[in-house]
């Protein structure tokens, strides 16, 4: 099985899905000379009718996907970056998320609303904002967040499957650095299933995508210290694998949450809900969210280094659980 | 050396009134006259009688009544075929009819029954029926834009001979919608038309002090296309405007920007007291604008019908209508258990895979 | 003390202002004739170039007011219902929101961007979401929700004097039906502190907006069985007086939150992890979200009052914490 | 009867290359000439000097150079005066330099440094400066325009004789934000004068690609307002079409959109590998189109400088761009504690009132 980087696998997929389905179409700006490499090689392969450059107008990609799925394509949009959704809310939550309910269930809309999220680039306020829990908010749409070149490929290969809006989130530091062996064959993984990335006996952590890098490495320090640590990837939010999540904390009686969304009103404050309502006699302390504090990303990369959760954060954070 | 491109708008000279000269019936047979006139008459009839139910308090919502403006959307859509689909607007019961949806489920959904094409779920603002090529009426002023050059790139993309038509208001020629969703329909030659229904208003500004030009249509310059004035209450006269653009959709030569200069006889909503017009604005409208009487004058100029004729046709709507609201009202309230389906294909109401 | 509706509360509030401060102005679509009334009369008062009718462009709504507020007026911008301003979520989230601290703290924006939200009046799923939870995530902005026509106008009035964006939440089914005493007197409330709006000494129940008026018929219905509920209003989301919420919680041992916008990481979901990470020890029973189910709103009426907390439902889960 | 409002974009022929007959210097005098010609050479060595510290890894960030485009800030900005404001773009560092910031600050802020304009919170893209009137570079394409209006709108409802200056690039003429923020200060006669910087490229998408029309000034037409065309690398010609524009705005007759016609020289952010485009087209502009060697020249033939002259501004700025490294290297990083700080103004970081 070939290593390969995050970016590499996600073109794996877009390639082997655009060649199993004539339907799927790429859409999106500058996706001819893809940034990251994602949709590298698309354009060549399957021509300016389903690799669709776009001028600077995301309402009208988010609404376009929605009309072309409407007739029968199963599209895939790009937004480079998560913050530019915030120019096509409108299409994406009132239009593609509600039209299924409203209509009484009559539409079917296999649509993917690809877009990267996450800082540590030095790209400022306006290029980093993590928005999963905006659209977690939102009925009607599932969302994806890959944290491995595995399941990235196979996750993006499930969403475009999927006959609904799907948002799925890519973290941009994790493209050219984050490696995995990924299979060249047909593969997919369902949604809903949360990923064990390290069995532990002695605390839970909860971690969203590449904060899964940052929890192993607070898990690796832990172990020193004789504290063994649960690390789970849910892989998808919405839909969400409790069950797993709920069943770990059952045995370790305590959870950290790690995001990278500000914290007020993040995720992390759903997993809190839902796992105090599931676990509550199980809880030994109160679980405990880090993720960023509740500013804009600096420009400057120190202090933006310090505004994304370490894995020093989350050592310290579980001690606080453990004394 | 500074090129100035254009201080103003270019000089167009719509002739509102009747237009002049013979009448042009384009390529519609007697039958088809006949048609139009039966749905015209059927928007009519439906609306008129949505209003009496809602202030009788037999249905309730947010209701945006087309009276006036039928013979855009009959027109419009008597102009494309199978497989062609519209997305439409808030105000949109009349393009529902002119696309062939029944008066009966229309009702249904007004009054929130399980029988209405959405279920109850959606009410007057959001009736669709994927079926018909109905992609939605939209409570989202623009926002049908993108979407109709959306499924008109569907066509493009699977190179199917269809069109898209989108229908939207004056109003919704101010928003961001409507540039990025034209502008980008028109980059890649999509088979779409838009159709601009300028009533006038938008809600309760006048669209002379919203709009910082005379027409809508010059905005056709700005992405190159075709743009087209022609007077909504002649539906003759729309109908001849859209069967060309939609020729030129089909043909290839991607969209153009009709603007049909309308007018709406009644309030914005249902409940609307009109403080920004005056009655005497309105009667004047309802004499020299209604689109039901002057086609029904050139029918019987045409010699495609009598005036008997008509009126048989208008008892038989009238019937309809009863037909549509006791349909309506006889239908059975939603189970309470559906409030948590829907939202998700293949998968239960938490977005578990099923 | 005069007893007025919610609707004249606000426009007392707006009138004032006015008088008292020259650079406040009024911004937004069909504001002459206003639909609820709330900025009745002000057109006649103060003139075209205090109270701007705009064309239905939020987007260009949402950044004028930024751009004035740069040049020293103080703008107060009216969307119709909250669901629109999807519009505009780059210039109120990424533009508005952000630019005090991109800028290094130098620039002052005393933006109000006034709004309405909840179901309730059959307008189906464009014209009822309720997004408090979505500005909540979002560093810079405050979210004022007021629950009585007093608080209305104090806060309305605290709103535009504060130097900050201003989310400012209106509920649409409160304008005419919800009425209280309000004085003709200048006067303000402060941000950050949560009114009690029934002492209790049983359960805590924190209720946002209108959801305070079902909260207190539960209390009376759970008074009746012996149980005594404390019903607590934040008033502001942002700052959010926690203290108040965890008093009450460290007293009574149980709370329940009830909200009308969607459960999944609604604002509730923030209150549940704060208040379990400051009173975790107190708490007999895990904290229970009474709030709209994951679905858009749909239009038939009965199932639009299914969709919104009732009391019924508060007192059912109060009664489950009982047990 | 419909009537065609213009399927094809009204013809212009904007003279590229030299502007022909005598050279107008409008009312500048020669210490303004040679201010112009300074500001200019201050933008394009701040930029190569931006160039090599990135690439020595000496700052760092997104990066977006305004090489070949230094004539459009800087003539409009001369155009312009106390009071008046601009709003940018995320290629903004021209248009800082043109409204008189400081290459030292501007440098220390490219650092992350606390002495940056900034603090170092904001970088290359969110450079501020109120006092100066700089409303702020913008990470979001477009989205200076409806703060562009906005600002205007402020100065219309104080009666302020200001105005605003709004700078975006081509691939911005076809976001929402365009559309809605021109339509409005159009509808209002607001005094703003909207520049768009057509430098042939929207990050790799060529003009030609995305807009369906030859010019952006065309578009001025949907708003009723003045669209001029100028040449971008000529700053006499760009300094007199915004002149006039800043003339008519602060009469009251309201926006005007200008078009200039410019190039890009460098990549379009630092590490743009320029697949879309050959070295020959870009060496061609550089040949024909450099701002600074075409006004270099004009200014010897005006008369106003020698290349002496010339030459002596050249060693004060190379002076001046040590002098702002140095200052931005020598300045400490902000602390870690103002994380958290300058998020509400008058309240700590938590919002709670101080
Ligand atoms: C984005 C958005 N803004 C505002 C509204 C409120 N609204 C509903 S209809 C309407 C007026 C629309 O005017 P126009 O487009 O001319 O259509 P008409 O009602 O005249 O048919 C407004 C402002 C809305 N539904 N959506
Ligand atoms: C809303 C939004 N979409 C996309 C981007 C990514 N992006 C940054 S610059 C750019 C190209 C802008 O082109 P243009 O407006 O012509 O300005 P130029 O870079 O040529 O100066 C793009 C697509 C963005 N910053 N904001
Ligand atoms: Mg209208
Ligand atoms: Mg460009």
New interface residues.
Partial sequence: MAVVTMSQALNMALHEEMARDERVFLIGEDIKDSTYGITKGLWDTYGHKRVIGTPISEAAIAGAVLGAASVGLRPVAEFMYMTFMMCAMDQVVNQAAKSKYMFGGKAVLPIVYRTMAGAGRANAAQHTQSLEAWFAHVPGLKIVMPTTPYDAKGLLKTSIRDDNPVIFIENKVQYATTRGEVPSTDYTIPFGQAAIRRAGTDVTIVALQRMNEIALEAADELAEIGIEAEVIDPRTIVPLDLDSIVKSVRKTHRVVIVHEAHERVGFGAELVAQIVQHAFDYLDAPPIRVANPNVPTPFNRTLEELSIPSAAQVVQAVRGLMR | ??????????A????LGT???ALDRHDLTDRDLIDVYRTMLRIRRFEERVKDLFLEARL???VHLYIGEEAVATAACKAIGDGD?I?STHRGHGHCIAMGLETGPMMA?LM??VT????????S??I???DHGM??A??????G??????????????ERP?V?LCFFGD??A????????I??A???KLPVVFICENNGY????SVK?????E?V???????????????GEDVL?VY??VKEAVRRARAGDGPTLIEAKTYRFEGHFLGDPE??RTRAEVAAARATRDPLKLFGAQLQELGVATAEDLQAIHVQIDDEMERAIEFGESSP??P?S??????????D?????S
Same sequence: chains 1, 3.
């Avoid at chain 2, 938008?202 to 500004?205: E, K, L, S």
Wanted: net charge negative; proline share 7%.
């Fill in positions: 050396m500074a090129t100035i491109v254009s201080p103003i708008e270019p167009i000279a719509p002739s237009a002049p000269g309730y919502g947010s689909v997305s959904e929130g029954k209405g094409y959405n279920h109850g779920k959606g009410g603002m959001h669709a029926s994927l992609l939605g939209n409570g989202i002023v623009g926002a834009i993108p979407i109709s050059t959306g499924a008109a790139l569907g066509f493009w993309i699977q269809n898209a109003g919704a101010n928003q961001g919608a409507f540039h990025e969703g502008n980008f028109a980059g890649l938008a809600q309760f500004q002090q919203d709009l910082p030009i027409h249509a010059t905005r056709a310059i700005s992405y190159g296309i075709p743009g087209v004035i022609v007077q006269d001849g405007a403080p920004y309230e939603p309470a559906v409030l948590l389906t829907d939202i998700f294909t293949g998968a109401e938490h977005g578990r895979a």
